[in-house]
């Protein structure tokens, strides 16, 4: 089992970057997938990114691409998600997750593990 924690949201204007981190607990992070999604107002929490446990491959979804990295240290137990170039449709409520399973999932059924989510707003 682990516990995330979520830290590093906040306000913005449009342009600008936040770097959102993800503190897990527990001995075996290192064994997790890890991934981003996001929830805004009245709509279903989406997917936004996701790692694989040894850190080697990606995965973003389409309106993120080049503009966030997500990234992690495993000696830290924290995930990453930099967050450039942000517009206004980019607010919501930031939450990661984890699971086990031995292939990377995009879909928000497929994580076992979830932090309680920081807020990003994003002023135009």
């Known amino acids: 089992q682990v516990q995330l924690v979520e830290s590093g949201g906040g306000l913005v204007q449009a342009g600008g970057s936040l770097r959102l981190s993800c503190a897990a607990s527990g001995r075996t992070f290192s064994s997790y997938v890890m991934g981003w999604f996001r929830q805004a107002p009245g709509k279903e929490r989406k997917f936004v990114a996701a790692?694989?446990?040894?850190?080697?491959?990606?995965y973003y979804e389409d309106s993120v691409k080049g503009r966030f990295t997500i990234s992690r240290d495993n000696a830290k137990n924290t995930v990453y998600l930099q967050m450039n170039s942000l517009k206004p449709e980019d607010t919501a409520v930031y939450y990661c997750?984890?699971?086990?399973?031995?292939?990377?999932?995009?879909?928000?059924?497929?994580?076992?593990?979830w932090g309680q989510g920081t807020q990003v707003t994003v002023s135009s």
């Open positions: 790692i694989r446990s040894s850190g080697d491959r990606t």
């Open positions: 997750a984890a699971h086990m399973r031995p292939i990377v999932l995009v879909t928000k059924s497929g994580y076992d593990y």
